[in-house]
C-alpha cells in the first residue's frame, strides 16, 4: 500500500455510505436530524478509510494494526535481527551501536518501497543474535540533503537515559525469559469508579517511584477504597519529565524511569488479580517536538508523521501534530493501541486532548455554546474525527472488554454512541465543566452565595444516552498554579491544625464537611462514572510540582504523601475513610449504572437539595448555620428508611448530630412531587444517603 494520504486508497470504488442505525440517535436527539447529511458524510468517510485498510492492506485491519510485529526490531527464533522502518525522506538507513562498537556505516537497510527500509542481521555462528538484549543501538539517517541524523526507532520498546544526559537512548528488549501474565482481564464493568495515578510521584519520599512501589504500596490502598479502574498517567515515555507524561517522545516504550517492562505487566497484573481493570492515558493528539528522541523530522523533514504546514503544529503546547490522513500515521497509531493491549494487558484508554483533534482551532479561544451548528461545521477537522471512530471501532471490535473515554470539553454530540448510528463509538467522556464550577464556586463566592440550581444545573447538565465520568477535581486542579478542593478550603491551616490534639479550628471544620458534602453530590448525581485523582481522596496538601529550573529541580512537591493516611493523629484518616465508605455503598446499590437522578429539590434560600437514584435518597444541606429540624421532603416510593451514610458520622469526624439507629416511615400525601412525605432532621453543611429498609 502506498505511504500517501488516504485519498489514494480506494478511489472511486466505495460509494457514500449511510450509519445504517442513524434513526437511533435520532430517536435519542431529534435536534440532529437538521444534520443528518453531516453525520452520514463522516459515517462513510469513515467506512472509506476502514474499507480502504481491509482491502488494500495485506491481512487487512488485524494485520495492519499489529504492525508492531513487523515494524522496529525484532529477534527471530534463530538468532537473526530483523528491522524494519517507514522513513520516506531518507537516501539511507543504517543500524548502529553497542553491538558493533558504534560503527555507523557496517549495517544499511534495503528500500523495500512506499517510503519502507529493511535490514537482517544474521545471528553468531553460534546462533545467538548479533544485538544482545538491552543493547544501544540507534539508527543513522542519511536524508535528501546528505545530513546525517541520529534517530531511535519509532517503534523502540525500551528507552533509557543515563543521568547525566538529557537525551533517551533506544535499547534492544529482548529479555531471555517473557514475563507470564497469573490474572486475566477483569470482566467489563458496568460503571467505573477510577484512581487516577501517576507512578512517578506516589511515594512520600521526594524521588521518583517505581512499578514496584507502585505495586506493592499503592494498589492495596487503591483496592481497599473501593476503585474499579485505574488511569495511569505518564506511562507512555517522554524525556520531559515535568510534562506529566502529555509530551511523548517514545509511544511503545513504557517509561524506564519507573522501571523495567517487566515490572510494569507486574502492575497491571497484581490490579487484575484485584479486580481492577488497568486504563493507560494515552497521548495521540500531538507528539513532543525532540527530535534526536522523539518523532519529530524523523527522516530529516519537517513531515513525515506529522502535517508539513501550519497544521502540523500546535502553539500553545508546542508540540507536533499527527496527519491523520497519512497511512503510515494510522498504522503506528492503532498499533500502537494495540501494543498496550496485547503486550502490556491495559483494559482501555483515556483518550489525551480530544477536542484539540476535533476542531481546526484545537479548541482553543473556542466559547463552546453548545449551539449544535459549532459542532457541525467546518471548523471541525474531519480527519481527525475519523481516527478516533477507526481507533473506537478497531478496540470494540477485537478487544469487547475494552473501555475508552473520551477527554472532550466541548460537548460534540455523539461522541459516547455507537459508530453504526454516526457516533464517535467511546464508551465515556470526562465531565469537565464539573470540577471547573467547584473551583470558581471556592474560589470566588463564599458558601452561603452558592446557588442549588447552578450546582444542580452544572451536575445534571450533560447529554442523555452518552456516559460520563463525573469528578470534583483531577490531576489538572492539583497542579502548581491551581489548588486542591482541600487547600481552597483550608489553606495554611492545613500546616497547623490537622492533629486530633490541635485546637478546634472554624476552617477545618468547614473544610472537612465541605469536602465529604462536595465529593459525595458529584458522586452520585454528575454522571456514570466517578474519578478521584490519587491522594485527594484524604484531602493532600499542598499543590503538585514537578522538578524544573524554576524550582531548582526539586522533588519537594512530586510526590503524594499516603503516610498522612495511616497517621492516626492526624485527620487525613477520616477523608479517606469517607472515601471508602462511600465507593463501597455505591458498590452496593450501584447508582452509577442507574438512570440520571429525579431530583425533587433544589432549595435556594433552605441551601438544601434532595434527589432520589437507585433507590436512594440523597440529601444535603450547604447552609453554613442553619440545620433543619423535621424537614419535610418528597419520597417516592412509600416504606422505612434508615441512614446508610453520613457525612457527619464519627468514623468521618463529624459531629455526630444524627442517631443511625433511628430509622424515617412515610407518609402519604404530595410533596415536591412525590406522592410521599417525610419528616427528617438535616444539620448543616451535611450530607446523607438514605435507603429502604427491606
Not at 460509494?15 to 435536534?31: G, M, R, S, T, V
Not at 513504557?254 to 522501571?259: D, E, I, N, T
Not at 497484573?269 to 488497568?278: N, Q, Y
Not at 508539513?308 to 490522513?325: E, I, M, P, Q, T
Amino acid at each position: 500500500m502506498s505511504s500517501g494520504d488516504l485519498d489514494a486508497a480506494g478511489r472511486g470504488g466505495t460509494a457514500a455510505e449511510e450509519a445504517p442505525l442513524l434513526h437511533h440517535l435520532l430517536e435519542i436527539d431529534p435536534q440532529l436530524k437538521k444534520y443528518e447529511k453531516e453525520i452520514n458524510r463522516r459515517y462513510s468517510e469513515f467506512r472509506k478509510r476502514l474499507t480502504s485498510i481491509e482491502t488494500d492492506e495485506p491481512g487487512g485491519l488485524d494485520t495492519f494494526t499489529k504492525s508492531y510485529e513487523t515494524f522496529g526490531l525484532h529477534v527471530l527464533p534463530d538468532g537473526s535481527v530483523v528491522c524494519r522502518e517507514w522513513c520516506p525522506g531518507a537516501k539511507e538507513l543504517y543500524l548502529w551501536g553497542e553491538f558493533n562498537d558504534w560503527n555507523p556505516q557496517q549495517f544499511k537497510f534495503l528500500q523495500a518501497g512506499f517510503g519502507k527500509w529493511e535490514l537482517t542481521i544474521p545471528p553468531e555462528p553460534e546462533g545467538t543474535p548479533r544485538v544482545p538484549h538491552n543493547s544501544l543501538v540507534k539508527l543513522r539517517v542519511i536524508d535528501k540533503d546528505g545530513k546525517h541524523l541520529d534517530r531511535l526507532s519509532p517503534w523502540a520498546r525500551y528507552v533509557t537515559r543515563h543521568e547525566s544526559n538529557v537525551i533517551f537512548d533506544q535499547r534492544l528488549w529482548n529479555p531471555p525469559k517473557s514475563y507470564k501474565f497469573e490474572n486475566g482481564h477483569p470482566s467489563k464493568p458496568n460503571r467505573l469508579r477510577i484512581y487516577e495515578a501517576h507512578v512517578g510521584i506516589s511515594s512520600p519520599e521526594a524521588k521518583i517511584a517505581t512499578y514496584r512501589h507502585f505495586t506493592e504500596n499503592v494498589l492495596p490502598h487503591i483496592a481497599t477504597l473501593g476503585y474499579n479502574a485505574i488511569q495511569l498517567m505518564a506511562v507512555m515515555e517522554h524525556a520531559y519529565y515535568a510534562s506529566f507524561g502529555y509530551q511523548v517522545t517514545s509511544f511503545f516504550a513504557a517509561s524506564s524511569r519507573y522501571g523495567t517492562p517487566d515490572e510494569l505487566k507486574q502492575l497491571v497484573d497484581v490490579a487484575h488479580g484485584f479486580g481492577i481493570v488497568v486504563l493507560l492515558d494515552v497521548v495521540h493528539s500531538h507528539a513532543s517536538k525532540n527530535t534526536v528522541d522523539g518523532l519529530n523530522q524523523f527522516d530529516g523533514s519537517n513531515g513525515c508523521f506529522f502535517h508539513d504546514n501550519v497544521r502540523g503544529a500546535h502553539k500553545l503546547w508546542d508540540s507536533r501534530l499527527f496527519n491523520y490522513r497519512q497511512w503510515e500515521v494510522l498504522r503506528f497509531l492503532l498499533s500502537n493501541l494495540r501494543w498496550w493491549i496485547e503486550e502490556y494487558q491495559f483494559d482501555g484508554f483515556r483518550f489525551d486532548g480530544a477536542t484539540s483533534m476535533l476542531y481546526y482551532s484545537h479548541g482553543l479561544g473556542d466559547g463552546f455554546s453548545g449551539h449544535y451548528e459549532e459542532y457541525y461545521d467546518l471548523t471541525v477537522d474531519t480527519e481527525s474525527l475519523v481516527y478516533l471512530m477507526l481507533a473506537n471501532y478497531m478496540l470494540h471490535h477485537f478487544y469487547p472488554f475494552v473501555i475508552t473515554i473520551a477527554e472532550e470539553v466541548s460537548g460534540m454530540p455523539a461522541l459516547c454512541r455507537p459508530i453504526e448510528e454516526g457516533g464517535t463509538g467511546f464508551d465515556y467522556r470526562l465531565a469537565m465543566a464539573i470540577p471547573d464550577k467547584w473551583i470558581k464556586l471556592l474560589k470566588e463566592s463564599t458558601d452561603d452565595q452558592w446557588s442549588m440550581g447552578d450546582i444542580v444545573w452544572t451536575l445534571t447538565n450533560r447529554r442523555h444516552g452518552e456516559k460520563h465520568i463525573a469528578y470534583a477535581e483531577s490531576h489538572d486542579q492539583a497542579l502548581v498554579g491551581d489548588k486542591t478542593i482541600a487547600f481552597w478550603l483550608m489553606d495554611k491551616e492545613m500546616y497547623t491544625h490537622m492533629s486530633i490534639f490541635s485546637e478546634q479550628s472554624l476552617i477545618i471544620d468547614r473544610g472537612l464537611a465541605l469536602h465529604k458534602v462536595i465529593r459525595l453530590i458529584t458522586h452520585a448525581l454528575g454522571g456514570e462514572g466517578y474519578l478521584n485523582f490519587m491522594g485527594n481522596e484524604f484531602g493532600h496538601p499542598e499543590w503538585l510540582d514537578f522538578p524544573r529550573a524554576g524550582n531548582k529541580e526539586s522533588y519537594h512537591y512530586a510526590r503524594r504523601q499516603y503516610n498522612l493516611v495511616s497517621d492516626h493523629i492526624l485527620k487525613y484518616q477520616y477523608l479517606n475513610n469517607f472515601d471508602r465508605d462511600m465507593n463501597h455503598l455505591e458498590m452496593k446499590y450501584a447508582w452509577l449504572a442507574a438512570d440520571q437522578a429525579s431530583v425533587t429539590r433544589q432549595h435556594e434560600e433552605d441551601k438544601v437539595i434532595i434527589f432520589q437514584r437507585a433507590g436512594l435518597i440523597f440529601l444535603f444541606n450547604f447552609h453554613p448555620t442553619k440545620s433543619y429540624t423535621d424537614y419535610k421532603i418528597g419520597v417516592e416510593t412509600s416504606g422505612e428508611y434508615e441512614i446508610v451514610l453520613d457525612t457527619d458520622a464519627e468514623e468521618y469526624h463529624g459531629h455526630r448530630l444524627l442517631d443511625h439507629k433511628g430509622h424515617f416511615f412515610t407518609s402519604p400525601g404530595t410533596w415536591d412531587n412525590c406522592t410521599n412525605h417525610m419528616l427528617i432532621y438535616i444539620p448543616s453543611r451535611v450530607g446523607l444517603v438514605l435507603a429502604r429498609v427491606s
